[in-house]
């Protein structure tokens, strides 16, 4: 799985890429065809958001989430990711 982290207004340290990094390869679990996953850090007034697109065979799954801090707006954006691809793995098993 390749992960391309992007800041948007935002300078992307080491740790930010580090915890994002940690958060996004516990979704590896669940489904073993994810091919890349592109984040993109930003900051909005005084929101944090962080966004994500991850390409699997044959779908593309966007989330993303805004929260007063960015570890835990991370947290919740893979929060998201993780229930997207349990349901489409659901889906995938229940077509065959």
């Known amino acids: 799985m390749q992960i391309t982290i992007n800041g948007h207004h935002l300078e992307v340290t080491e740790a930010l890429k ?8 516990k979704l590896d679990n669940h489904h073993d065809k994810i091919t890349s996953v592109h984040v993109i850090l930003g900051v909005d007034h005084l929101d944090q958001k962080a966004e994500a697109t991850v390409h699997v065979s044959g779908k593309d799954l966007f989330a993303d989430a805004v929260e ?13 990711l993780d229930r997207q691809l349990i349901k489409h793995k659901e889906k995938l098993r229940s077509h065959r």
Do not use: G, N, P
């Open 18 to 25: 580090q915890y994002v990094e940690t958060k996004l390869e």
């Open 68 to 80: 007063a801090d960015m570890y835990a707006a991370i947290d919740k954006l893979a929060d998201k």
